[in-house]
Every structure is written in C-alpha cells, then in structure tokens.
C-alpha cells in the first residue's frame, strides 16, 4: 500500500459509503440515521490501479469533553494525523454549515494534503452545494456521489500525482535489503567496507515492545529532550513516529512505535491502527530494538515481537529497561541471559544490553551494541572460504543418507546481504532434514562471527545426470579414415 486515506466530515455525509465502495465490500454499516460509525474502519482500497489503505472515520462533531461524541472526536482526529490524505466530505445538497467550516480550518491546519469531496452531487439540487464549497478554502471541490459511483474518476486523477509522490517517498525512506551479491569471486573482498549510514541514508532503528516498556522515554533521552509525550499510563503513543538525529557520530531515523499487547487483548480500533502502524516500522527498519521491561522480561509478547524481527530479516538488539531500580543486578542478567538464550534459539548471540531510559545510563553500550549488529548483517564472505568451511563441516559431521540414498553438498555461496543469505548446491535438496540446515547455520554463526544476526540458507537441487547423455556423438567420417591410413613417420 503506497498511501493511507482517511475519510472524514459531519455524521451522514456519506463517509461510509464512499467506504464501502473503494473496498469493494460492504463492510461499514450504512443507514440514513447519523452516527453509525464510532470505531475507525480499515480497508484495502482499489481505484483503478491505484492500491492505498482507506480509513472510516465517525463523524466529526463539536464536542471536547468525554462524551462519547467527544471521545470519536479525538479518535477521528488521530487517524487524520496519522493519514498521509484526507478526503473531507460535504453534503452538497445541506450545502456548507458552520461546522463544516470550523473543521476545514481544523483539517488546514493538521493535514497537508486535504480533498474536498462535495457527496450526494447527483441532479441539479446539489449544484449550490457545491459551488458554497469553495469558500471552505480548500481548492475545488471534487462532485461525487458515493452511492451511484459518480465522481470515482476524477478522484483517481487528484491521487495520482500524489500516490507518486507517496511512492517515492517511501522508496526513498525504504532499507536496502536482501542485496544481490556479484558470483564473479573477483569482487568478493574481505576488506571490503560496510556501506555505512550518512545523513541522506540514515541508519533506521525501530524501538519496540509491550505498553510502557519506556520506548519514548529512552528516545527522549537520545534526544536530550523532551520530544515524545511519556507518563505512567500505557499505551500513551498512538502512531509510528520518526526522528532523525545525530547518535555520537552515527546518523540515524528512530521510530518511536505503540506498545504491542496480545492479539486478543487489542479491542479498540485506534490500538490496532497504532500496531499495524509499528509492524510497518519494523519492515521499515534496519535494526530493532526489542526494549524489554526489567520487572517482567520475556513475556511471550516480548517474544512474538523478537521472532517477527528476525522473521523480518532485521537485525535484532535486546535492551532491557528500568534497570536503575533492579536491586539483585548480577542474578537478574544471569538468570535473563539463560532465559534469552533458551526462548529465542533463533537469536542465540545477539546483544543483551541493559539500559535505564530514565538516567541514561547503559546507552553508549546500547549504541556499541547496535553498530555491531548493523555491521554483522552486512557481512560478506569469500565463496572459496565457505566451500573449505562446509567441506570442514562436511568430514566432522556428514549429512545423514535417507532411505539409503546419501546427500553430496557440493557447493556454497553467498547470494545475498542484508540479512546474510546463502545457497548450497546439492543432491535430494527435498530430503535434507530441517536439522542439518540448523546444525549449518549455528556453524556459519560460531565460525564466521555472526552471533544474532538472521541467518537465511537455501538448499538447491542439481542433478547427477551426465550432460552427454543422449546427445549424438559425431563417428569419424572420412577425413578421419583418411588420417588413419596414413604412413607413421620414420
């Protein structure tokens, strides 16, 4: 999905069903009455062959306090900061009413990119209505009308250009990932340089875990400032937010991300907006930073949000935070050291740094921690060394012969970085257990110091055929014969 829209206006403008025709489904409730729709609504919107994520707002009223029209309210405008567009609708047959107005300066001033949507456009009764809309001040109104589809073309030509912009944006802000490394041996160097971070492609760093693990916390404290809203209560931040700055010399973007509880504790529809918005920074990022809390570490969530970093290909740090209050402190990093390594096999090696967001302490250590695992998941190896590597691992430890067909490894090189990535050649690729390729990896990981850091190994297939079989072998022909019948020199 390139762009995020979300629908917004008065209670019974249309949003809804403007909705349910960009999904393609009925799925928001639609009715004549106004204020159906209280929660935010997700969907995956098409409009032509533009793909984007819609959002279902309840309808804008004016109310501050905690009423529930208030409480929608503020759930309406957080999906407004958290939508790269916003489609503001009207009713052109109602024309503009004060509060449309009082909204429109809201949207001006909170959204960069605002579509003013005058719906129910069809017949002569709402062409006042839409020409009133252009004192909102907000451009030209787009004439829709959501029920009967009119209007869905010329907004598909207002999203394209911005849908390209979008999607450069996030090529731009995109890690490179899984890059194609060259067979030629030539250009496998062992000295060769780690693409390291400049202030035009920062290192991207995603800050991770459950509600009020101290996530905007410690980030305040890289800043040096107050940036982030923090408090005792869980789940204070909402959305994905990124900052770049100046780590002690390492350019870096940090995302900021909501705390993610379990699945089947996620009821409100903003708290799963606010996850899936930090699910997208992991994929955006290039280490994660796992901050666990100290008083409770390694909760399964903790470990669901580990197993999806590395299932990501991220490289993975775990911090533990709130350390200054730990009172048995060497105990504690024993037992929670045995504990990492026992819950997440798939991690074994990767840092442990113990970190208190709220002194600062342990965060040059955190940062130590963090070029290392970027350097690691940058690594390269020679094709000529890993081949002496598995025929080593080879000899100590053969590959087991199912069904008494045994499996040659013939070959391996490394196809890919970012996270490593390596392919070997063999025969019956289909019949090697899961445990020699661990036994492989954990092997790649001790010998080539790659503690942590995602490891992918693809066993490929090649065939034992001799490659002239079949094919016609040309007999001598006369000129043969005629070689054969000569004299043998004296």
């Known amino acids: 999905m ?9 209670p019974n403008v249309g949003k809804s069903t403007l909705f349910n025709r960009l999904v393609g489904k009925r799925l928001a409730l639609v009715d004549d009455q106004p204020g159906v729709t209280r929660d935010l609504r997700e969907g995956e919107a098409r409009l032509g062959d533009l793909r984007f994520t819609v959002i279902d707002t309840a309808g804008l009223e004016d109310a501050t306090d905690d009423s529930l029209q208030g409480r929608m309210r503020r759930l309406t405008e957080r999906a407004v900061d958290m939508a790269d567009i916003c489609l503001f609708m009207i009713d052109a047959r109602v024309g503009v009413t004060p ?14 990119h605002v579509i003013l949507a005058a719906n129910k456009g069809e017949g002569k009764a709402a062409d006042a209505g839409v020409l009133e809309a252009w004192n909102l001040g907000l451009g030209e109104p787009l004439r829709l009308s959501a ?5 869905m073309g010329e907004l598909f030509h207002v999203l394209i250009p911005l849908a390209e912009e979008f999607e450069g944006r996030a090529e731009a802000e995109a890690p490179d990932t899984d890059l194609v490394l060259d067979e030629d041996e030539g250009d496998f160097d062992e000295d060769l340089p780690v693409r390291w971070p400049t202030e035009s492609k920062p290192l991207q760093i995603a800050v991770v875990g459950r509600p009020n693990a101290g996530k905007s916390t410690l ?14 209560e869980a789940g204070i931040t ?72 590395e299932r990501e290909g991220r490289a993975v740090v775990v911090a533990v935070n709130k350390w200054d209050i730990e009172e048995d402190k060497q105990d504690k990093l024993r037992d929670m050291r045995e504990a990492f390594e026992r819950l997440l096999p798939q991690l074994r090696g990767a840092p442990l740094v113990t970190v208190s967001a709220k002194t600062g302490r342990g965060l040059d250590r955190l940062r130590q921690a963090v070029e290392k695992v970027y350097t690691t998941w940058n690594t390269r190896i020679p094709t ?5 590597w598995l025929q080593g691992m080879v000899e100590a430890h053969p590959p087991p012969a199912p069904q008494g067909k045994r499996i040659k490894l013939r070959y391996m090189t490394q196809a890919k970085t970012r996270p490593p990535a390596f392919v070997v050649m063999c025969s019956h690729p289909d019949k090697l257990p899961e445990s020699y390729s661990r036994y ?44 054969k019948n000569l004299p043998k020199q004296q």
């Open 99 to 112: 509060i449309d107005e009082m909204f429109a300066e809201i949207l001006r001033k909170r959204s960069k």
């Open 238 to 309: 909402r959305d994905a937010i990124s900052l770049t700055m100046d780590w002690d010399g390492l350019p870096i973007r940090i995302w900021d991300t909501a705390g993610m509880r379990k699945r089947a504790k996620v009821q409100e529809k903003l708290e799963k907006l606010s996850v899936s918005d930090g699910l997208r920074a992991v994929k955006f990022a290039e280490v994660v930073v796992v901050l666990l809390d100290a008083a409770i570490p390694f909760e399964s969530q903790d470990l669901r949000i580990a197993d999806l970093a």
């Open 219 to 232: 980030i305040n404290q890289l800043l040096g400032e107050d940036r982030l809203l923090t408090g005792p």
């Open 384 to 388: 000529a060394q890993l081949n002496r």
């Open 440 to 483: 492989l990896v954990n092997g790649l990981r001790a010998d080539f110091d790659m503690p942590g850091t995602p490891i992918r190994l693809f066993m490929r297939g090649q065939g034992d055929k001799n490659p002239y079989k079949g094919r016609r072998v040309k007999k001598p022909g006369s000129l043969g014969k005629h070689l």
């Open 2 to 10: 390139s762009f995020t829209l979300a629908i917004v206006g008065r």
């Open 147 to 151: 029920e009967h589809g009119e209007g």
